[in-house]
């Protein structure tokens, strides 16, 4: 098998290259500085060069507050960029996975989001993911939707990882308490991802267990690796966020649990993901 990465260059993207080449299979990593996934003719070009079986597309633009100003790029990468692709991988009979967010949600539910929930975005980066999935679901059936959310990955940019670094720097750090939802481990995403590549195609929700807020998160993470820097919770008023943030993005993976594709809790996960980064 052939499996060809946009977006490989991400912490997801190089999470799917590190388990899928330690089962054997060839993957063919392309970051957004090798190919530009809203080029169409530069798509055909390289599936045509490699012949892959199956497409993942990593590559977003996932700075939220940034896609309220670069509305035009939000577009063009989270949802024509997946269009061009969804549409060359038909054209090539290779089997297509997009991943998505929980952005797509309004958040404004207080139980958790199953697959065919209606989906309301409050921002530009949710509303360019969204219209993404639509894109690719209208253009071709043997595609793949998986939706996360509150990512994080090793030697990244991410929450997990600013936590700590803030932690080396202050005594003291404010973090929301009033914003609910699931941390999830790119290795857990990917071991996933990996089974699904046996089911059917569609939407699918896969996130670790349980759930918590940014506050609860950034409190376990620094507990774990014995930091006393002070965590203060605020409100998402009180933070100042520019831009509106889903207040309960929680979720649910019934999808998988029917296919009997188990998940961890996401203290384990985030646990284990510690222990690798930083060696405790």
């Given at each position: 098998m052939k499996i060809l990465i946009t977006g490989a260059d991400g912490q997801l993207g190089k999470e799917i290259q590190n388990l899928f080449g330690k089962d054997g299979i060839e993957t063919i990593p392309y970051g957004k500085k090798q190919l530009d996934i809203t080029n169409r003719k530069e798509i055909n070009e390289v599936l045509n060069q490699h012949q892959p079986n199956v497409m993942i597309n990593a590559a977003a633009f996932t700075k939220v507050d940034l896609c309220e100003v670069e509305i035009e790029k939000a577009y063009l990468v989270n949802a024509i960029g997946p269009f061009n692709l969804a549409i060359e991988a038909k054209k090539m009979n290779c089997r297509f996975?997009?991943?998505?967010?929980?952005?797509?949600f309004d958040g404004?539910?207080?139980?958790?989001?199953?697959?065919?929930?209606?989906?309301?975005?409050?921002?530009?980066?949710?509303?360019?993911?969204?219209?993404?999935?639509?894109?690719?679901?209208?253009?071709n059936d043997d595609s793949t939707i998986i939706r996360t959310s509150w990512?994080?990955?090793?030697?990244?940019?991410?929450?997990?990882?600013?936590?700590?670094?803030?932690?080396?720097?202050l005594d003291e750090i404010r973090v929301v308490d009033?914003?609910?939802?699931?941390?999830?481990?790119?290795?857990?995403?990917?071991?996933?991802?990996?089974?699904?590549?046996?089911?059917k195609p569609g939407i699918y929700?896969?996130?670790?267990?349980?759930?918590?807020?940014?506050?609860?998160f950034a409190c376990e993470i620094l507990h774990f690796l014995d930091r006393k820097t002070n965590i203060v919770p605020v409100t998402t008023k009180e933070y100042g966020?520019?831009?509106?943030?889903?207040?309960?993005?929680?979720l649910s993976n019934k999808k998988l649990v029917d296919l009997q594709i188990h998940q961890r809790d996401w203290k384990e996960a985030l646990h284990e993901f510690l222990k690798k980064e930083y060696g405790n």
């Open positions: 996975f997009h991943i998505s967010t929980d952005y797509v404004e539910k207080n139980t958790p989001y199953e697959v065919d929930d209606f989906t309301s975005p409050n921002t530009i980066y949710g509303k360019s993911k969204k219209l993404g999935e639509e894109l690719i679901l209208a253009i990512l994080y990955g090793h030697q990244a940019d991410n929450f997990v990882n600013t936590m700590v670094n803030l932690s080396n720097k009033d914003q609910i939802g699931c941390p999830t481990y790119t290795k857990d995403l990917v071991l996933t991802l990996q089974s699904l590549l046996n089911e929700h896969v996130t670790n267990l349980g759930n918590c807020s940014w506050y609860e966020a520019k831009t509106r943030r889903p207040m309960y993005s929680v």
